[in-house]
């Protein structure tokens, strides 16, 4: 059944298309996110259940049906997910490390940087990538920590745990996702 959407998104909320839904499988392990659209299709089909709704208490209406915006689905039946031993290095992943900030001064970060500069043989790997302001990236440019005498406030890890891969997508993730996306791991 098409739903059709109503309700204007309001200046606090998230637009329709930028929303997203967290998809939990039927033993409330976080699996997703995912579009409002897909959420209210599995609501509407039976193939899911609401958890945690919408916080402004939006709806979505259609001729014969009206369906409350959800925050938080659960799958009614159980999903078997593959074994993921790897987390992709993404530009969001990154940030998400290292929550917004630069490696460096601390300040707010908006690009990424090599500790060991690519042209001096780093990799691009977990390890030896950082969140960088703009001005600290400028500074360093392809010149080794040791030369400018900087060094890094938190050595880079490959970050664990399921919701690293939930989260690097959705960078305004929903207050009410924290009971099921458990501790952050760095």
């Keep these: 059944m098409p739903a059709q959407e109503r309700a204007a998104p309001s200046e606090t909320t998230p637009g329709w298309g930028r929303r997203r839904v967290l998809?939990?499988?039927?033993t409330f392990e976080p699996l997703t996110a995912l579009p409002v659209r897909r959420a209210i299709v599995l609501l509407v089909c039976g193939k899911?259940?609401?958890?945690?709704?919408?916080?402004?208490?939006?709806?979505?209406?259609?001729?014969?049906?009206?369906?409350?915006?959800?925050?938080?689905?659960?799958?009614?039946t159980f999903v078997r997910v593959p074994y993921r031993g790897r987390i992709p290095l993404t530009r969001a992943?990154?940030?998400h490390r290292d929550r917004f900030r630069?490696?460096?001064?601390?300040?707010?970060?908006?690009?990424?940087?090599?500790?060991?500069?690519?042209?001096?043989g780093g990799q691009h790997t977990w390890?030896?990538?950082?969140?960088?302001?703009?001005?600290?990236?400028?500074?360093?440019?392809?010149?080794?920590?040791?030369?400018?005498?900087?060094?890094?406030?938190?050595?880079?890890?490959?970050?664990?745990?399921?919701?690293?891969r939930l989260l690097a997508?959705?960078?305004?993730?929903?207050p009410q996702w924290l009971p099921y996306l458990g501790e952050p791991a760095a």
């Design 93 to 95: 992943a990154l940030m």
């Design 127 to 164: 390890e030896n990538t950082v969140a960088c302001c703009a001005r600290c990236n400028h500074r360093k440019a392809d010149k080794l920590l040791s030369e400018l005498g900087w060094r890094l406030r938190v050595v880079p890890r490959t970050p664990r745990g399921q919701h690293w």
């Design 169 to 174: 997508g959705v960078p305004d993730a929903d």
């Design 102 to 120: 630069c490696a460096y001064c601390a300040g707010r970060a908006e690009t990424i940087d090599h500790v060991v500069p690519r042209s001096k």
């Design 23 to 26: 998809l939990l499988n039927a």
């Design 48 to 76: 899911a259940e609401i958890v945690h709704g919408d916080t402004a208490g939006l709806q979505v209406h259609s001729a014969s049906e009206t369906v409350a915006v959800p925050s938080v689905i659960r799958l009614s």
